[in-house]
């Protein structure tokens, strides 16, 4: 039997945070084993009683990748645990193309950025160009810093790896000016009016608020989006996943190769030119 009680959940998170997990991850992670001991009344019995689980949510209003998510925090937790437990992903065959009804396009993201700044916004407008141009996650903006101007590079640290990312001259000037402007010489760039870095709620409300603003679909404006903009704007002009992988950050390029995947509007143009289909 395996007990998952509030104790058992709080050593959980403090084991994530020496593993050096994302604070993202990590209130994830806690959200997920919640639910496992919500649905098993704080103990686990067996392994059958675990596999139950992973059934019930394939039983309810999940998505299969919204599984695969919570079977990666129940298995890091069960390995925490020292138990040989391990729940098998549900099996799905990759994409390979992007639904159409979550794909931010180039056109909707520099609409985002002319009312940003026709709103005014000059901090919002530069913190969009900066997570797009640079293809970093939103938890790792606080590393673009007034320091790293003089130097036109960064470096991020991430899941215990260290990664250089440049910062291209035209970016550079942009932030150099608006930091000269808001009397900024050194720490975070993308601050709050007391001086704390933004962090990711304070990026998704403005975002949000933008979208409407810019007249962009919601659901296509949230920050990982731009990261997958970068990614395919990247791809589709230089053809080198090798070095795509090495510049987001990735360890595996099967995971690069998500962020690669076509429009659908541009895989349904690729079918037609088959011409298969017979007037």
């Known amino acids: 039997m395996l007990n998952i009680d509030q104790h058992q959940i709080d050593l959980f998170r403090v084991w994530l945070e020496e593993q050096e997990y994302s604070s993202a991850t990590m209130q994830k992670y806690v959200h997920d084993l919640r639910v496992l001991a919500h649905y098993a009344n704080g103990e686990i019995h067996d392994r059958a009683h675990l596999n139950g689980f992973k059934k019930h949510l394939e039983t309810g209003q999940?998505?299969?990748?919204?599984?695969?998510?919570?079977?990666?925090?129940?298995?890091?937790?069960?390995?925490?645990?020292?138990?040989?437990?391990?729940?098998?992903?549900?099996?799905?065959?990759?994409?390979?193309?992007?639904?159409?009804?979550?794909?931010?396009?180039?056109?909707?993201?520099?609409?985002?950025?002319?009312?940003?700044?026709?709103?005014?916004?000059?901090?919002?407008?530069?913190?969009?160009?900066?997570?797009?141009?640079?293809?970093?996650?939103?938890?790792?903006?606080?590393?673009?810093?007034a320091d790293c101007l003089s130097v036109g590079e960064a470096v991020i640290k991430n899941k215990g790896k260290l990664r250089h990312i440049l910062i291209p001259n035209g970016l550079a000037l942009k932030l150099k000016a608006y930091c000269k402007e808001k009397k900024i010489t050194h720490g975070a760039i993308f601050v709050t009016r007391t001086g704390k870095p933004l962090d990711r709620s304070n990026i998704w409300k403005m975002l949000k608020k933008l979208a409407a603003l810019a007249k962009v679909v919601a659901k296509k404006v949230f920050p990982h989006n731009l990261r997958h903009l970068f990614a395919r704007t990247y791809y589709q002009k230089f053809k080198d996943v090798v070095r795509l992988a090495d510049i987001l950050g990735h360890s595996s390029i099967d995971t690069t190769r998500i962020y690669t995947a076509r429009s659908g509007h541009e895989e349904r143009r690729q079918l037609d030119q088959l011409r298969l289909i017979i007037a």
């Open 62 to 145: 999940y998505s299969a990748r919204s599984i695969n998510s919570m079977l990666a925090a129940i298995n890091c937790f069960l390995a925490f645990c020292g138990c040989d437990w391990k729940l098998r992903y549900v099996k799905v065959q990759r994409q390979t193309f992007l639904p159409e009804n979550r794909e931010l396009r180039q056109g909707e993201y520099e609409r985002m950025v002319r009312a940003a700044e026709e709103s005014g916004d000059r901090r919002l407008a530069l913190l969009l160009q900066t997570l797009c141009a640079l293809g970093i996650r939103v938890s790792e903006l606080s590393a673009i810093t």
